[in-house]
């Protein structure tokens, strides 16, 4: 590759730090980084990947890693699947991104049978010889977004993009370790993936089946000073009681609104470490980090523009963001534009102003009509969840034909380990937290935001991306 083209990830991987004290680890094995030096997972087929758009579905993040690693610079496109897509929906996103060849770790008879090329990847081996020339141009990496229903919205990303907000330091130690509970096949996991690679450091996986408290444990025992999720992911966390097994020097949250009672929790339980929250999305990219402590943002950050070329607004009540970490479009025949005329992509979450400061109330879609009154579930959730025994909660809609919709709310107790305070029990002690929990409410909010009911859940249904799955009424 000539000086003048944009470096591949392999390069920024290679330059960072010492490949040999690196390593990627998941449930199964440790692959040191050394050994992809000089080294192809993916066979004699690599040359006929040159200039190619290529769709990636694997089992594992370990082979979609590796494969990401040697595909960069190589493919003229990169679709990366994640794990929950549906086999049906392949010929679609074949189509969409006009790619006919498929990089997978096993044989896709069928799909070869409707004319596509299947590349099955393996363990990495050793190549003689010079690697196969770039392509022309630098590839693109087209990421799913997330919480799509139907058919899938493909984004449009290029390594530059996705790595803007990332600073391109040196590790010489080579000894700094990252994990996440996110997939590193979705836009959150990627990040962090993206910056232990390039950052010089090692990087944790989480497995697709292993329990919480088995990767906390594995985690630990690597190592792991940096580790990210979604709030919902990190309550989940903390109710385990291998949340003691880490010691992270910093924890972040993105993906989803967080809270101050998560907030705090993740301070009482980690003291030593920089608790942060991060506002990013697959279109918009890495917007900004807070690490004040403090749910929500500051007004500080909306107006000019800010260093990286970040640009923040609030219109019509949602959060817009100009950036050049945006995704530069959708594909398919139509698409909608991700930004609007001035460069804005609108991410369609409510931002409300308190105290100088701005707080996410949820998605547009997600208010509850009561009465002709809106109530932003985020809002009740964050006040049931400062209960002391509240680990977490969902709030949400329940039809009313008189007033349209009422709220109503599920709520996961933190264990205590008597049977009165179990979630689903019938005791006097639920009772009891029933009655605390909406005296608390009525004493924050106005009466038509208060919970209509209350039922005490053992869980709450997370989706693959690991945040709370909301069903708007």
């Not at 991060?278 to 918009?284: D, G, M, Q």
């Not at 949602?318 to 991700?338: C, F, K, V």
Request: aromatic share 4%.
């Amino acid at each position: 590759m000539s000086s003048t083209e944009p470096p591949t990830l392999w390069e920024l991987t290679a330059a960072a730090g010492p490949v040999a004290r690196r390593f990627l680890l998941d449930e199964h094995a440790s692959v040191p980084l050394d050994v992809l030096a000089g080294a192809t997972a993916l066979g004699p087929q690599r040359a006929a990947l040159r200039g190619q758009n290529v769709v990636l579905i694997v089992g594992t993040q370990r082979a979609a890693t590796l494969a990401l690693l040697e595909l960069d610079g190589l493919a003229r496109r990169i679709v990366l699947c994640p794990p929950d897509l549906k086999h049906q929906q392949l010929p679609h996103v074949m189509a969409m991104a006009e790619a006919r060849i498929v990089v997978s770790d096993r044989p896709l008879p069928e799909l070869e049978s409707a004319g596509a090329v299947c590349v099955v990847t393996g363990a990495p081996t050793q190549v003689a010889g010079a690697p196969e020339p770039a392509a022309d141009r630098p590839t693109e990496w087209v990421l799913f977004t997330s919480g799509t229903t139907g058919p899938p919205k493909l984004a449009v990303h290029s390594l530059r993009s996705l790595t803007g907000a990332i600073a391109r330091v040196t590790n010489t130690a080579g000894d700094q370790v990252w994990s996440t509970f996110y997939d590193i096949r979705r836009y959150g996991g990627l990040q962090i993936l993206l910056r232990a690679l390039i950052g010089g450091g090692s990087m944790v996986l989480s497995g697709a089946e292993e329990p919480v408290s088995d990767f906390l444990a594995r985690a630990g025992a690597a190592g792991v000073a940096f580790i990210s999720g979604t709030p919902t992911h990190w309550r989940r966390a903390l109710l385990s009681p291998a949340a003691t097994a880490i010691a992270p020097a910093n924890v972040r949250l993105s993906g989803e609104v967080a809270d101050q009672a998560i907030l705090d929790k993740l301070r009482g339980a980690y003291p030593a470490a920089r608790v942060a929250h991060a506002f990013a999305s697959t279109e918009a990219g890495v917007a900004f980090e807070v690490a004040d402590g403090l749910a929500g943002f500051s007004t500080a950050l909306i107006g000019p523009e800010r260093p990286g070329g970040i640009t923040l607004r609030v219109q019509d009540d949602t959060l817009r963001i100009r950036s050049p970490r945006a995704a530069s479009r959708y594909l398919g025949d139509q698409p909608e534009p991700i930004a609007d005329a001035e460069g804005f992509v609108d991410t369609k979450d409510l931002v409300v102003l308190r105290d100088d400061r701005y707080h996410f109330a949820g998605r547009k879609d997600g208010v509850i009509n009561v009465g002709g009154l809106k109530v932003h579930p985020l809002e009740v959730e964050a006040v049931i969840n400062r209960h002391p025994r509240v680990e977490m909660s969902l709030v949400k809609a329940r039809r009313s034909p008189i007033i349209g919709a009422i709220v109503v709310a599920d709520v996961v107790l933190a264990a205590t380990g008597d049977a009165t305070g179990d979630a689903g029990g019938e005791g006097a002690d639920t009772k009891r937290l029933e009655t605390e929990i909406l005296d608390l409410c009525r004493g924050t909010l106005a009466a038509y935001k208060v919970p209509a009911t209350l039922r005490f859940v053992p869980a709450l249904d997370v989706t693959p991306s690991g945040k709370l799955r909301r069903v708007h009424a």
